[in-house]
């Protein structure tokens, strides 16, 4: 005859393992049918007459921020990797650079980002986008965050960015408009 806590060990454990079972089957984001799409990224740069001085674009890192969310974004679904130079390389591989930046201003105003991509597949443009993502918040904009700086605001901009690339690499067209562009 088992212990009255032999039984709620017993119990416990079942719990245990049917809550796990239930977190695992909860997914936010697809989950993959088969092998990860293997996608290359050229180093993300700035458009001529981007908006940023080269101290800024080096002090912000937008272009590593951006990688590294993407990454989160399709890890489950895309192999991204690094590529120094995307000329030759076979395959599916993904080009950006951030086309305007603006709004740098602490304090206030309006931060906006234009970001625009294409998707070569061995070489040849395969699909593209325009991405725009903006914020009237200052510095003091977000309460639970506390204050944040330029490049801070800019990085979350950076992130809904990522969202929007992420999602449309699983159905990637020519002349999208992601963002705060959709439906325009």
Same mark, same amino acid.
């Given at each position: 005859?088992? $212990? =009255? /806590?032999?039984?709620?060990?017993?119990?416990?454990?079942?719990?245990?393992?049917?809550?796990?079972?239930?977190?695992?089957?909860? $997914?936010?984001?697809? &989950? *993959?049918?088969?092998?990860?799409?293997?996608?290359?990224?050229?180093? @993300?740069?700035?458009? *001529?007459?981007?908006? /940023?001085?080269?101290?800024?674009?080096?002090?912000?890192?937008?272009?590593?921020?951006?990688?590294?969310?993407?990454?989160?974004?399709?890890?489950? +679904?895309? &192999?991204?990797?690094?590529?120094?130079?995307?000329?030759?390389?076979?395959?599916?591989?993904? =080009?950006?650079?951030?086309?305007?930046?603006?709004?740098?201003?602490?304090? +206030?105003? @309006?931060?906006?980002? &234009?970001?625009?991509?294409?998707?070569?597949?061995?070489?040849?443009?395969?699909?593209?986008?325009?991405?725009?993502?903006?914020?009237?918040?200052?510095?003091?904009?977000?309460?639970?965050?506390?204050?944040?700086?330029?490049?801070?605001?800019?990085?979350?901009?950076?992130?809904?960015?990522?969202?929007?690339?992420?999602?449309?690499?699983?159905?990637?067209?020519?002349?999208?408009?992601?963002?705060?562009?959709?439906?325009?």
């Amino acid at each position: 005859m088992r $212990s =009255v /806590l032999g039984k709620i060990i017993l119990r416990a454990v079942g719990l245990g393992f049917t809550l796990h079972a239930a977190a695992c089957a909860y $997914s936010p984001t697809p &989950a *993959p049918t088969g092998p990860r799409t293997p996608i290359a990224v050229a180093p @993300i740069g700035f458009g *001529p007459d981007n908006g /940023l001085t080269l101290e800024e674009q080096a002090e912000c890192e937008l272009g590593k921020v951006l990688f590294a969310e993407l990454h989160d974004e399709g890890g489950r +679904s895309f &192999a991204l990797r690094g590529v120094a130079d995307p000329r030759g390389v076979p395959g599916l591989v993904l =080009v950006m650079r951030f086309a305007r930046v603006e709004g740098q201003s602490v304090i +206030s105003g @309006i931060k906006r980002i &234009a970001l625009e991509g294409q998707l070569l597949k061995d070489g040849q443009v395969a699909a593209d986008f325009t991405a725009l993502r903006y914020t009237t918040q200052g510095a003091f904009g977000h309460y639970n965050r506390g204050f944040q700086t330029t490049c801070g605001i800019m990085e979350d901009l950076v992130e809904e960015l990522a969202e929007d690339v992420g999602g449309w690499l699983y159905r990637p067209t020519m002349n999208a408009k992601l963002g705060d562009l959709r439906g325009q």
